[in-house]
Each structure stands twice: as C-alpha cells, then as structure tokens.
C-alpha cells in the first residue's frame, strides 16, 4: 500500500473489495484468466510451429521474471530464446518472433491513447494535456513505422544495418582480445527476408491478436471499477480508456519491474481526478494489478519448473514444426 498515500485508507479499500458478490468476483476471475491466455495468441501467430502449451509456458514464465526482477525485461529475453531453442526452434525464428511482437505491442502503446482521445471527443471535451499527449502519440507511432519500413525496404538497406552492427561489436570484441564479427550482414538480409514473408502472411491476425491482448488487459481494470462500485457516470469508459492508456505509455521505459508503483500512482491519481471517488478507484487499481501484475508470478513460477523438468518437449536444434504460411514458408 505504500503507493496509496493521500488517496484513501487500506481499510476502506478492503471494505470496498469485500463488498464485491461472489458472481462478481467469479466474472473478474474469469476475465483475468482470459486475459493471460490472449498473450499466447501473439506468440504463436509470430512463431510459426510453437503450440499453445508452449506459448502458455513461456509467456506466464517470462512474464513472472519482468514483474519481479530488476532487468527482468532483458533477462525474459533470454529466458525465451533458451526456451525456443529447447524445442527446436532457431534462434532466428526467435528473433523474428520478439522483433514483430515487440514492435506491434508499442504500436498499440501508442495507438490506444489516440483512440480514447477520438472517444473522448465524441463523449466529451478532451482535456490540453491529453490532447498533446495523443498528438505525441501519434507522431511517435508514425516514426515507428517509418522505422519499420526504412528497416525492411530493400536487401540493400538490410545489409548496411547489419554491416554498421558488425562494425560495433568488433570494437567491443577487440576490447576483449577476441576477432572480427562476420556474417553479419548476410544475417540481416536473410532476418529482413522472414519477418517480410510473415508480416505479408498474418500482419492483420498480429494486428488483431496484439488489439485484443492489450484490450482483454483493459477490461480487467474497467470490469473492477464497476464492481467497486464506480459508475459510468463518475468515470466513463472513455475516460477509463485514456487514463489507463496513458498509463500504459509508462511501462515502455522500465522504471520497476512491472512499472511496480508507477502504473497504480498514474490510474490512481487519473481515474480520481475522472471524477471516481478515492477510496473506489484505489481498491479498483488494487484488485486489477493483483490479477494482472501479481497473479502471472505463482503461475510464471510454476511454468519455468514444469520446462525444466519436462523433457517429452525437447527437440534437437532447427527441428522444430514449420507450420506453411500464405503465401509464402518463413524459411
């Protein structure tokens, strides 16, 4: 309770999550589970071949690691090419798959406050600060995607990307006494050439899958605002939106795992000054974070024991399933 100073008091919170029926807390349960499940769906669409199970077993295990480790974002990664690579699959195939999911996760990050901000403006009047936070958004989300395209435009580009890389870890591996970097740029060129095919084959079920997981994570948090007892009359679903997209917006710099404190000051202080009462909206943050922050940790616990324990899985490097694409087979 330590990031509630000023807003309420734990005991009124408590009464507030007390007061909830047991349908509602069955219909919460509900979402919450739902939600963890939506992250998989990513994972398989960007990583042709992996099953359900599998992407269950390291998205809940990486997710455990960023919430409770400092760096837990970098180590995560980590943890997911040993994973992959343990059933076969190919540190590209990987790479590709963190490359598209990553960048179509901050697409969203950056899209969401400019949809609550168009809601808004039906709804409402939209506030300066979020109007200009929404116009940021947008102009950081149009540079993204010129990023994007500049990357994959041609070989050409590709090869000097890989080139320029090549180039610095040289000169850290000198640093270590150890050779030149090489391949480098035929590696880029053939990394370009597979996000492509997949991006040509699924970029619309990417899209569609990263719109719900960020969403289903959404109505966890406005399904616990009503259930405490905020109306739609206090806080809109408009405004609810935005609060909790800006909010979002947050966790793209990793201040503390998780964005611990920082998520639940900003939807605390945002859905307050909304015009929910302190007490509701602190005990609505609390109930939320507890299903999405604190909840993936036992679970991302007991998937990281079950991989290394569970050996039916393991497959010899570059085995792993192909699952054919249209129109084309990622490599």
């Given at each position: ?134 116009l940021l958004g947008v102009l950081a989300l149009v ?187 990622v490599p």
């Amino acid at each position: 309770g330590w990031f509630l100073p000023q807003f309420t008091s734990i005991s009124a919170v408590w009464t507030s999550v007390r007061a909830m029926t047991w349908v509602e807390v069955a219909v919460l349960g509900v979402a919450a589970l739902w939600n963890l499940a939506t992250y998989q769906f990513l994972m398989m669409l960007t990583t042709p071949g992996l099953t359900f199970r599998q992407a269950t077993v390291s998205t809940e295990a990486t997710t455990a690691v960023s919430n409770t480790v400092v760096g837990g974002a970098a180590i995560s990664l980590g943890l997911t090419y040993a994973m992959n690579t343990s059933w076969g699959f190919s540190r590209s195939r990987t790479s590709v798959s963190l490359l598209i999911s990553g960048l179509w996760n901050n697409f969203a990050k950056l899209a969401l406050p400019v949809l609550a901000l168009v809601l808004l403006a039906f709804t409402g009047t939209p506030t300066t600060g979020r109007v200009v936070g929404g116009l940021l958004g947008v102009l950081a989300l149009v540079a993204a995607v010129v990023a994007l395209g500049m990357l994959l435009r041609s070989e050409a580009a590709a090869a000097r990307i890989g080139n320029g890389a090549a180039r610095a870890a040289t000169a850290i591996r000198r640093m270590f006494g150890r050779g030149p970097a090489t391949g480098w740029d035929r590696a880029t060129v053939k990394f370009r050439g597979r996000t492509i095919l997949l991006l040509r084959a699924r970029w619309h079920w990417i899209t569609l899958a990263t719109l719900v997981s960020h969403l289903s994570l959404f109505l966890v948090l406005l399904l616990a605002l009503r259930f405490v007892g905020v109306s739609a009359d206090q806080v809109s679903i408009a405004e609810a939106l935005a609060v909790f997209a800006f909010a979002r917006l947050l966790t793209a710099i990793p201040f503390t795992p998780g964005g611990l404190g920082v998520i639940e000051l900003a939807l605390i202080t945002g859905l307050s000054t909304a015009g929910g009462p302190r007490a509701l909206v602190a005990a609505a943050v609390l109930i939320f974070r507890a299903l999405t922050f604190v909840l993936p940790i036992p679970i991302g616990l007991g998937t990281y024991v079950f991989w290394r324990r569970n050996r039916s899985w393991r497959r010899e490097p570059n085995t792993a399933p192909r699952t054919e694409l249209v129109p084309e087979s990622v490599p």
